[in-house]
């Protein structure tokens, strides 16, 4: 009995071999399209002086949440500045938009589609499990197979390991629609792509906003993990730090993380209410000029 | 269009479950719902109907009785396990999804109970929104849109968000949606349940000149009877998944087809939905004008009662006579019955709803006349009469049922009165 195992490992192994033999061009050109979009993400970021950033993400901040964000925006990018993090952090967000855009893209579609069928629903929800609960770390060996050391083993990593929240939101707030608004749009005749678009998206986005900024957030939580796999940015400093036990450079990229994550968080969040300052001004522009139409 | 069936349902089954075909299949050899309970649901159970245009069709329930299943098998909502569903002649059971949506959006409109607005749309987008479904350009659907906001009553809100309307204002604009549409027939689901009552009386009110000026075929849901007898030209009772009876207000009223219809309309308002046609009984005591005194009082004297109805040579009612005034007459000699018409008869159309009739009746013991709008007798009511039908008991207690005052004068008096009168004019 004691020489039964299950060689669980030994076959994964197999197949990652035979997946990197067979579409080897496949990942080549994924790692090539990953890297050519972070490459440029990171030189919009990283090009312009500091303060260019921190002028525009506070401009971002005043339009999503009014004064009081801006100001702690531009006091934390300023610590981000002064811990001499800047370049990390900016790298670190390059990651971290790139992955969170390319999760976001695929697990809307996913989404939609759990909402719209029981059968895909009951297919995605135990592969979706199986993603979020996996260790990250576990993520990290096949991408570094498959895409070899740099930023893309980190992006691929990061994706799947934030895809999750994002689907699953999305199918909450879709499947959470009343009911009788959809079939209002049903009974008046429109087709099932005008009722996603013109009904369910809408009233569903308060969720599937709440879905994007937990994709955010992993996103971030992973790419520090990703720095492991030579992603650089913050997470490189961070692995750095534990490998010399360096308390000092640690609490610094460290800190730098909790701001970024702060920021992102609440200027997500903020999307998500719908309810801005920019939003209201948008709106009571277009009430105005509607009343002036209809007088 | 010269088809006057708008909408028709032909057996039709909805089952629920594991096995849907199956539990309509038992059904249909006779099982009953009970029985096939371990295979699903059976909401509508062999539902057949026709619904003319311009008519108000009100499907009447309790919840759990399948008529809010049975609504969404007319649009198609949900598919009809068994059974066909034509719209305007047109079969819509069995068609493919594209040709449906095009039957929602040209022929067959919704309300809904909790109003089913866009939340996120003003109110005139959701006023237009069947007509954006039918793709119809911004500028003409919104022109149309205002149109129908002024018709509902909602002036001044065009641009308001639902959620800034209260429960009443809100469904006119499920209303509006529904009519803007401009389709022939306006499913109902349960519209006004969820309005406060005063709200709800006059929604119903609204909808009923709504219907008569734009002449839409209505299919009203309700579980309220009250409103149905109010609204419905003809109501379908539904018990259990099936329809115990189809009727107008007042056969459902006066001829339930079994005890739990009946028991159902006990507590009705009957002053309300009863006419004065429906408990009128026919005149006895009629004269004409032009017959005189003596004979007035001589069918008075064969009915034994104390008035007379008169009616003008060209039959038009002209108002009632008292035995006394005839005696009176006939002694002095006089030959012209209508010094002596008491003018304060009171008279009303055959559409009276009772509750209009109590009043005069407890004014006056003459029996109400009922008149046509050419002003010709077509029945009475005399107040026994009117009691009876307002407390639901037969009349017809006994052989000789007492239903008008009796005569104040006894027979012999008329007699002699006649046979003196008679000598005198033989006299003459």
């Not at chain 2, 059974?83 to 929602?104: H, K, N, Y």
Request: glycine residues 8%.
């Amino acid at each position: 009995m004691n020489d039964f195992r299950l060689p669980l490992g030994t076959i994964v192994e197999g197949f990652i071999d035979w997946i990197t033999d067979t579409f080897g061009f496949f990942f080549d050109f994924i790692r090539a399209a990953f890297d050519g979009a972070y490459e440029l993400v990171d030189f919009l970021l990283v090009t312009p002086p500091f303060w260019v950033i921190i002028v525009l993400a506070a401009g971002l901040a005043l339009a999503t949440r009014g004064w009081k964000f801006m100001v702690g925006t531009i006091l934390g990018l300023t610590v981000i500045v002064g811990v001499d993090q800047w370049e990390n952090a900016m790298d670190t967000l390059a990651l971290v938009l790139v992955a969170s855009v390319l999760a976001i893209a695929f697990s809307l579609p996913l989404g939609i589609l759990a909402a719209k069928s029981t059968v895909a629903s009951n297919i995605i929800r135990p592969i979706l499990d199986f993603m979020q609960t996996m260790p990250a770390f576990v993520y990290l060996i096949p991408a570094l197979i498959l895409f070899r050391v740099g930023v893309v083993p980190g992006i691929v990593a990061t994706i799947i390991f934030a895809m999750a929240p994002g689907v699953r939101l999305t199918e909450l707030g879709i499947r959470g629609v009343d009911r009788e608004v959809v079939e209002a749009g049903q009974a008046f005749g429109a087709s099932p792509w005008r009722i996603l678009r013109q009904i369910q998206l809408p009233l569903a986005m308060p969720t599937i906003m709440a879905g994007i900024n937990q994709v955010i957030m992993l996103s971030l939580s992973m790419v520090v993990i990703a720095g492991m796999v030579g992603a650089g940015g913050l997470g490189a400093d961070v692995v750095a730090s534990l490998n010399r036990i360096d308390v000092a450079l640690g609490f610094e990229a460290g800190l730098a993380v909790v701001i970024l994550a702060i920021f992102l968080d609440r200027l997500t969040a903020a999307l998500g209410t719908g309810d801005t300052p920019l939003g209201r001004i948008l709106a009571a522009r277009k009430r105005r000029s509607q009343q002036a139409l209809a007088a | 269009m010269t088809e006057t069936i708008a909408v028709k349902a032909d057996r039709l089954y909805k089952a629920f479950g594991r096995r849907p075909h199956e539990v309509v299949k038992k059904m249909k050899a006779g099982s009953s719902r009970d029985e096939v309970s371990s295979l699903g649901t059976a909401a509508v159970i062999d539902a057949s109907f026709e619904v003319h245009r311009g008519e108000i069709f009100v499907v009447m329930g309790l919840s759990g009785s399948g008529k809010s299943t049975l609504i969404r098998m007319l649009n198609g909502l949900l598919d009809a396990t068994s059974g066909t569903v034509t719209v305007a002649g047109q079969p819509i059971t069995g068609i493919p999804a594209a040709q449906l949506r095009d039957v929602r959006r040209k022929n067959i409109s919704m309300v809904f109970q909790h109003f089913a607005l866009l939340p996120h749309r003003s109110v005139i987008d959701n006023v237009a929104y069947g007509l954006e479904v039918q793709g119809m350009g911004r500028e003409e659907r919104l022109a149309k849109a205002r149109t129908i906001i002024r018709l509902v009553g909602l002036d001044g809100w065009a641009d308001s968000l639902p959620s800034e309307l209260s429960g009443g204002m809100q469904q006119r604009v499920g209303l509006g949606r529904a009519l803007a549409a401009d389709t022939d027939v306006l499913l109902m689901d349960e519209a006004f349940s969820a309005l406060d009552p005063l709200i709800r009386r006059e929604m119903q009110e609204q909808l009923i000149e709504l219907q008569a000026e734009l002449g839409k075929t209505i299919i009203f849901i309700t579980h309220d009877l009250n409103e149905a007898m109010f609204l419905g030209d003809r109501i379908a009772v539904m018990r259990d998944g099936r329809i115990v009876q189809i009727g107008t207000p007042e056969e459902i009223l006066t001829d339930p087809a079994n005890d739990y219809v009946a028991q159902f309309v006990q507590d009705v308002d009957r002053a309300r939905v009863l006419t004065a046609a429906s408990v009128m009984e026919p005149v006895r005591a009629v004269v004409t004008t032009t017959g005189g005194p003596r004979a007035a009082l001589r069918i008075m004297r064969d009915f034994q009662t104390s008035a007379a109805f008169v009616l003008n040579r060209d039959g038009s009612f002209a108002g009632v006579v008292r035995d006394r005034d005839v005696l009176k007459l006939v002694k002095a000699g006089d030959a012209d019955l209508r010094s002596i018409i008491l003018g304060d008869a009171v008279s009303v159309s055959p559409d009276a709803p009772l509750v209009e009739l109590v009043e005069p009746s407890v004014e006056s013991d003459l029996a109400i006349a009922v008149v046509d709008e050419k002003k010709r007798l077509l029945g009475v009511i005399p107040r026994v009469t009117l009691l009876a039908a307002l407390g639901n008991v037969s009349t017809n207690t006994g052989d000789l049922p007492v239903i008008e005052p009796a005569a104040t004068i006894s027979v012999s008096m008329i007699t002699e009165t006649l046979r003196e009168t008679a000598l005198e004019g033989a006299a003459l």
